[in-house]
């Protein structure tokens, strides 16, 4: 009989501190894609993309459909993630700074003090360093810094300069040692040397239970056809997202951003199917190496005591839209890909119940048995892991600096406000998947009620959690 994550607790013993032990306590394994959109998992529907080992995690554990990065940023959106607090709580402003909240307990410290290891593996997008935000050690640590050794001229596949992870350099937690000889900025073999870090952890095969936090570059710009993965994807076989457009219809707040840079405008259908065919090839390269720290688990015999988690900071347009990057509050980058494998962890299920990213941090917690700091206000969703068909919230939130701000309903109903421009969108998901018909003008009567409560949801939201944007 599979245990649930109830059960899976219940099998632990109370001691002091809030903290639970057992004979063996789950390991957790969280893979962090960067900038993936949630359609780029083949299980889920995309014939187009190859992800065997995404899809095997699909097949035994549960997918949320309608998990939120809430802030459409590298840094931010991980900055909730660490603390389990909203940004707006931490310190971002209304231009999108981080100013951050030093009396957070970080996630990672968190687990620490419940008994964990807490490894660090990969991308470093944050204030301060692994070791002092709660990870005992690191390997693979990709950061800022290595400017003297950037070279100008470097491009991306089709010969753009690069701008994304310029100057970035393999380091240790100090910066006492730098290895400019692995490459400064990404590489086309980057995944794959995150992946030899993370088995390399795993392999130390320590004495008590650990959590290792693998943060991928993939499939952030600049693009390169990783090794191995030449000719499988053409641009003739690719199909443009179905709510592609060549111009967004009006300036979103981020027009001139280094993201939309990234491509000429107006978008191009031949251009879009090219950046497409490179994004999913980083996928499938970056799918591949979670494949071998999978196998690593499973020759360690690690691999049924291990919590997997898979999602990514947030998605992307890559075209959708008339967008390139992320800065936006539409599904293809304000949901998210995330899937859960497991001890306790239903099988092969499909949830839609509606969760936050930075709801991992307790979420974990409630599963591992460790007290969740008094500094995280957060959501733990864990008893969707017992009861996936039930709801997590009925409304979650978006926002991006002072110019988006946008509510979505559990029945399918999503409001978009630009405030600088006073612009509105509503959209009707269950009709309109794709975010291609705005009611927000219509003169139909159910859209004209929608807009005014989705208004007053909206508004409501911004007074309790002091919108730093005027209203």
């Given at each position: 009989m599979?245990?649930?994550a109830?059960?899976?607790?219940?099998?632990?013993l109370?001691?002091?501190?809030g903290t639970l032990v057992?004979a063996?306590?789950?390991?957790?394994?969280f893979?962090f894609?960067?900038?993936m959109?949630?359609?780029?998992?083949s299980?889920?529907?995309?014939s187009?993309i190859?992800?065997?080992n995404?899809?095997?995690?699909?097949e035994?554990g549960l997918?949320?459909t309608r998990?939120?990065?809430?802030?459409?940023?590298?840094?931010?959106?991980?900055?909730?993630?660490?603390?389990?607090?909203h940004?707006?709580?931490?310190?971002v402003d209304?231009?999108g700074?981080v100013?951050g909240?030093?009396a957070?307990?970080?996630?990672?410290?968190?687990?620490?003090?419940?008994?964990?290891?807490t490894?660090h593996?990969?991308?470093?997008?944050?204030?301060?360093?692994?070791s002092?935000?709660?990870?005992?050690?690191s390997?693979?640590?990709f950061?800022s810094?290595?400017?003297?050794?950037w070279k100008?001229?470097?491009v991306?596949?089709?010969?753009?300069?690069?701008?994304?992870?310029?100057?970035?350099?393999?380091?240790?937690?100090?910066?006492?040692e730098?290895?400019?000889?692995?490459?400064?900025?990404?590489t086309?073999?980057?995944s794959?040397?995150?992946?030899?870090?993370?088995?390399?952890m795993?392999?130390?095969?320590?004495?008590?239970?650990?959590?290792?936090?693998v943060?991928?570059?993939?499939?952030h710009?600049?693009?390169?056809?990783?090794?191995?993965?030449?000719?499988?994807y053409?641009?003739?076989?690719?199909p443009?997202?179905?709510?592609?457009?060549?111009v967004?219809?009006f300036?979103?707040?981020n027009?001139?951003?280094?993201?939309?840079a990234?491509l000429?405008?107006?978008?191009?259908?031949e251009a879009?199917?090219d950046?497409?065919?490179?994004y999913?090839s980083?996928i499938e390269d970056m799918?591949?190496q979670?494949?071998?720290?999978?196998e690593?688990?499973?020759f360690?015999?690690?691999l049924d005591n291990?919590?997997?988690?898979?999602?990514?900071?947030?998605g992307?347009a890559?075209g959708?839209?008339?967008l390139r990057?992320k800065?936006?509050m539409y599904?293809h980058t304000?949901?998210?890909?995330?899937v859960?494998?497991?001890?306790?962890?239903?099988?092969?299920?499909?949830?839609?119940a509606?969760?936050y990213?930075?709801?991992?941090?307790?979420t974990t917690?409630?599963?591992a048995?460790?007290?969740?700091?008094?500094?995280?206000?957060?959501?733990?969703?864990?008893?969707?892991l017992?009861?996936?068909?039930l709801?997590h919230?009925?409304?979650?939130?978006?926002y991006?600096?002072?110019?988006?701000?946008?509510?979505?309903t559990?029945?399918d109903?999503?409001l978009?406000?630009y405030?600088?421009?006073?612009e509105?969108?509503?959209?009707?998901?269950?009709?309109d998947?794709?975010?291609?018909?705005?009611?927000?003008?219509?003169?139909?009567g159910?859209a004209?009620l929608?807009l005014?409560?989705l208004k007053e949801?909206?508004?409501?939201?911004?007074i309790t959690?002091n919108?730093?944007?005027?209203?």
């Amino acid at each position: 009989m599979r245990r649930t994550a109830l059960t899976f607790l219940l099998a632990f013993l109370m001691v002091s501190g809030g903290t639970l032990v057992a004979a063996e306590r789950p390991n957790i394994l969280f893979l962090f894609a960067d900038d993936m959109r949630p359609d780029c998992i083949s299980a889920l529907g995309n014939s187009q993309i190859r992800t065997p080992n995404l899809d095997e995690l699909v097949e035994r554990g549960l997918t949320f459909t309608r998990a939120t990065c809430s802030y459409p940023i590298c840094m931010v959106s991980r900055a909730e993630l660490l603390t389990g607090r909203h940004g707006w709580e931490i310190g971002v402003d209304r231009n999108g700074r981080v100013t951050g909240d030093p009396a957070a307990v970080d996630w990672a410290e968190a687990l620490r003090r419940g008994g964990y290891n807490t490894w660090h593996v990969g991308k470093w997008h944050a204030s301060g360093r692994p070791s002092s935000r709660g990870y005992s050690d690191s390997a693979g640590l990709f950061g800022s810094g290595g400017g003297k050794y950037w070279k100008e001229g470097q491009v991306d596949w089709k010969g753009f300069p690069i701008t994304g992870y310029r100057g970035w350099i393999f380091q240790n937690d100090d910066r006492s040692e730098i290895y400019p000889k692995l490459g400064v900025g990404v590489t086309p073999d980057i995944s794959a040397k995150f992946a030899d870090a993370a088995i390399g952890m795993i392999e130390l095969h320590p004495d008590k239970p650990w959590f290792c936090h693998v943060n991928f570059t993939a499939p952030h710009d600049p693009l390169f056809i990783p090794p191995g993965i030449e000719g499988k994807y053409s641009v003739e076989d690719i199909p443009l997202p179905e709510n592609f457009l060549p111009v967004h219809p009006f300036d979103h707040g981020n027009f001139d951003g280094r993201d939309e840079a990234l491509l000429a405008w107006p978008r191009t259908e031949e251009a879009v199917r090219d950046l497409l065919r490179v994004y999913y090839s980083v996928i499938e390269d970056m799918d591949a190496q979670i494949g071998r720290i999978v196998e690593a688990l499973e020759f360690r015999g690690q691999l049924d005591n291990t919590l997997i988690i898979f999602t990514s900071d947030h998605g992307m347009a890559c075209g959708s839209h008339g967008l390139r990057g992320k800065q936006n509050m539409y599904e293809h980058t304000i949901n998210i890909p995330f899937v859960m494998a497991g001890p306790g962890i239903p099988t092969g299920v499909t949830t839609d119940a509606q969760i936050y990213l930075r709801e991992l941090y307790p979420t974990t917690c409630d599963f591992a048995g460790v007290k969740i700091p008094n500094t995280v206000t957060s959501e733990s969703f864990a008893s969707v892991l017992d009861f996936p068909y039930l709801p997590h919230h009925r409304d979650v939130y978006g926002y991006f600096k002072n110019t988006q701000r946008m509510v979505r309903t559990e029945d399918d109903w999503k409001l978009i406000h630009y405030p600088q421009i006073k612009e509105w969108q509503l959209f009707h998901l269950k009709n309109d998947p794709f975010e291609t018909r705005n009611l927000a003008y219509s003169d139909d009567g159910e859209a004209k009620l929608q807009l005014l409560k989705l208004k007053e949801k909206l508004k409501a939201w911004r007074i309790t959690l002091n919108d730093p944007a005027e209203p």
